[in-house]
């Protein structure tokens, strides 16, 4: 592989190993997860950490969530309270990212952190991360495989498309089944915020832990600076909350409201999520502006209005 392409990898052994020599060599590789494609690297390799902040074009202050493949190898790395471990113990694997205060025999690139006391780090579910991560034996540091501020990849054809030429490899195995990026918690002295809504929903985590969860998505200076303004965004104009869109735009549709493209036909929020990512890079190519119908901000609804409202602020905001 001594060349500038970026090769599609399959999922047999073979690729596999491929794919960990890569990682071992300091390279970038994109891997599927349960819930977008993360672009990898080796989380202790300061140069390897480096090219992913290179490639994404993304702010330095903005830290990295690290993947390992157990409980177990989370306490490598972060420090474990009450409910983390609870929180641990119920979703993993599976699409929640616990931010944690820093293990101190850690051996991360201090760039996985940019520079904070605290770690995220989560365990995926999907069986080709999890074999990713065995084989490799080590932390993979993982954001989403997009340009910073563009939308998240679901597909290795998406991954593609943005970052040709620019990774060495791409493991293919087909659509994200979850589409939206996990959801991010902190706890921190059995104190715990919603950093970034997902799959799992605020209801879900409060009914577990029988506690509060507090919002911190919206604070200014949160420690989650990817959560700024504009995100996940698509080349064109977009608005929300639209039933009757304008002449020139492409109606995203939900539910009754059946648009150029429908999240859902049935109104399932779930399915919504899961073709978010992939419709909104769809849209993206035809260059017209893109109006996106109503969807409630129930259970994962919410999550999804988090990533619209993330996608149509406005060009000029700052985003990471
Ligand atoms: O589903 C996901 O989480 C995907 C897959 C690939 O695992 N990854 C992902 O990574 O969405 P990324 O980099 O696109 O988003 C990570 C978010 C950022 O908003 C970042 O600020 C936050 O996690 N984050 C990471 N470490 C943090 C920390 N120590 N404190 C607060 N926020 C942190
Ligand atoms: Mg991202």
Redesign the pocket.
């Known amino acids: 592989m001594n060349d500038n392409r970026t090769h599609i990898l399959g999922i047999s052994c073979h690729d596999i190993t491929r794919a960990v020599n890569l990682l071992h060599q300091q390279e970038l590789v994109a891997f599927p997860?349960e819930?977008?494609?993360?672009?990898g690297a080796d989380a202790r390799a300061d140069k390897a950490v480096a090219a992913i902040y290179n490639v994404k074009d993304r702010p330095e202050f903005?830290?990295?969530?690290v993947?390992v493949a157990s409980i177990a190898d989370a306490k490598r790395y972060a420090v474990f309270d009450e409910t983390a471990e609870r929180l641990a113990q119920h979703y993993w694997p599976g699409?929640l990212?616990l931010?944690l205060p820093l293990q101190y025999t850690h051996n991360l690139s201090g760039l996985v952190?940019?520079g904070?006391p605290?770690?995220?780090i989560?365990v995926?579910s999907h069986p080709v991360a999890q074999t990713l991560i065995t084989a490799f034996d080590g932390p993979i540091a993982?954001?989403?495989?997009n340009p910073s501020s563009r939308i998240?990849p679901t597909t290795a054809k998406h991954v593609l498309q943005e970052l040709n030429g620019q990774i060495k490899a791409i493991i293919d195995s087909g659509p994200c089944q979850i589409g939206?990026?996990?959801t991010?918690i902190?706890s921190m002295n059995n104190h715990i915020d919603l950093?970034?809504p997902?799959h799992i929903t605020q209801e879900n985590v409060e009914s577990l832990l029988r506690l509060p969860l507090k919002r911190v998505t919206d604070e200014v200076e949160?420690?989650?600076?990817?959560?700024l303004p504009l995100h996940y965004a698509p080349r064109s104009i977009m608005r929300l909350d639209v039933r009757y869109p304008e002449q020139d735009e492409n109606h995203l549709g939900f539910g009754e409201i059946s648009g150029d493209l429908n999240l859902s036909p049935s109104g399932d929020l779930t399915e919504a999520a899961a073709n978010l990512f992939s419709y909104l890079h769809r849209l993206d190519v035809q260059s017209r502006p893109i109006a996106v119908a109503p969807i409630p901000s129930k259970g994962i609804g919410y999550a999804i209005n988090d990533r619209l409202r993330r996608a149509s602020a406005h060009k000029t905001a700052h985003s990471?």
């Open positions: 997860t819930t977008v494609y993360g672009l903005n830290p990295l969530i993947h699409p990212t931010v952190t940019a904070l605290t770690v995220g989560r995926p993982a954001p989403s495989a998240s939206l990026e996990s991010i902190r950093l970034r997902g949160i420690s989650a600076p990817g959560q990471t």
